[in-house]
Nanobody
Framework: QLVESGGDSVQAGGSLRLSCVAS????????VGWFRRRPGKEREGVAS????????FYADSAKGRFTIFQHNADKTLYLTMRNLKPEDTGMYYC????????????????????WGPGTQVTVS
């Protein structure tokens, strides 16, 4: 089970840190990430981390502003977001996968079997 927190309403240029706590056995998790659904848009991958190759991936819109980080000791995944823009507004979902066979699909929802309920980010 994945549960996100940290979503809030902030002004443009502000920062937020989203957290995602995993419960249960996470030893088989191979890839983790964050997706979002913006108003009127399709769901999209924002950032992912593949443990098997120890590499993060970012959407072009997130590069230089967002950082994905996992703290293994407390099974928490973070997404630090800086210089937020109104177009970052949306519901953010934490995701995890146990197969993750193709890192070229890091932003495909099909790579991730587990999804949190989401946390809302609003930038004005």
């Amino acid at each position: 089970q994945l549960v996100e927190s940290g979503g809030d309403s902030v002004q443009a240029g502000g920062s937020l840190r989203l957290s995602c706590v995993a419960s249960g056995n996470t030893d088989s998790t191979v890839c983790v990430g964050w997706f979002r659904r913006r108003p009127g848009k399709e769901r999209e991958g924002v950032a992912s981390f593949y443990k098997n190759i120890n590499r993060p991936f970012y959407a072009d819109s997130a590069k230089g502003r967002f950082t994905i980080f996992q703290h293994n000791a407390d099974k928490t995944l973070y997404l630090t977001m800086r210089n937020l823009k109104p177009e970052d507004t949306g519901m953010y979902y934490c995701v995890a996968g146990t197969v993750c066979s193709d890192s070229d699909k890091w932003n495909s929802s099909l790579e991730f079997s587990y999804w949190g309920p989401g946390t809302q980010v609003t930038v004005s």
